[in-house]
């Protein structure tokens, strides 16, 4: 996986074999983060990355300037993989956290201006993501969740959604609060 622009622009980054993982697409992700900048001011930003995995996504909204960045994975590896990528690239804004992604988001009080959740696609409660955000009240006004799942499944017509790309394979459904 390579990051795409900002301060680290063009770094590959080597996951080690054998993490479960499904990494976001370069062309996907570099697509995603076009809507992202003409929508957000990055240094302003605090992003949440569920289902992290490599940390593919979270690693970007670094290298683009995100002030707070919180990866969120249960898999032991993925969580240590990313706090060596943390440390050998000092992103220092970055925190990873060793939980399952429905623990967390039902612990947080935090809010986010950008939560993005790439969930294991065979997840059955995957389609669950969106309500409890909401009922959570994870994101600040006008933030967005964004979730990646496979292009059969379709969140069009759950609360908050505004919008969807397809991406071969992948799709990003858009929600927002207001």
């Known amino acids: ?7 680290h622009k063009g770094i590959i980054i080597h996951a080690p ?15 995603l983060f076009n809507i992202l900048e003409n929508n957000f001011d990055f240094e302003k930003l605090t992003c949440l990355d569920l289902f992290s995995g490599t940390g593919n996504i979270a690693y970007e909204f670094c290298s683009r300037g ?9 898999d032991f ?3 240590k993989f990313i706090n060596e990528t943390i440390e050998k690239h000092q992103f220092i804004q970055m925190t990873a956290v060793k939980k399952d992604v429905f623990s967390f988001i039902n612990q947080c009080t935090d809010q986010f201006d950008i939560i993005f959740a790439d969930a294991p696609y065979a997840l059955d409660k ?3 993501i969106p309500m409890v955000v909401f009922e959570k009240q994870l994101l600040n006004p006008n933030a967005w969740l964004i979730v990646e799942h496979q292009s059969n499944l379709d969140l069009s017509q759950q609360k908050y959604f505004f919008e969807k790309r397809n991406y071969g394979q992948s799709t990003f459904s ?4 207001s």
């Not at 858009?174 to 609060?177: D, Q, S």
């Open 17 to 31: 074999k054998g993490l479960p993982v499904r990494p976001t697409t370069d062309r996907a992700k570099e697509s």
């Open 1 to 7: 996986m390579r990051i795409i622009s900002g301060t």
């Open 174 to 177: 858009f929600f927002k609060n």
């Open 66 to 74: 995100a002030n707070k960045v919180t990866s969120v994975d249960i």
């Open 77 to 79: 590896g993925c969580i």
């Open 126 to 128: 995957l389609p669950t």
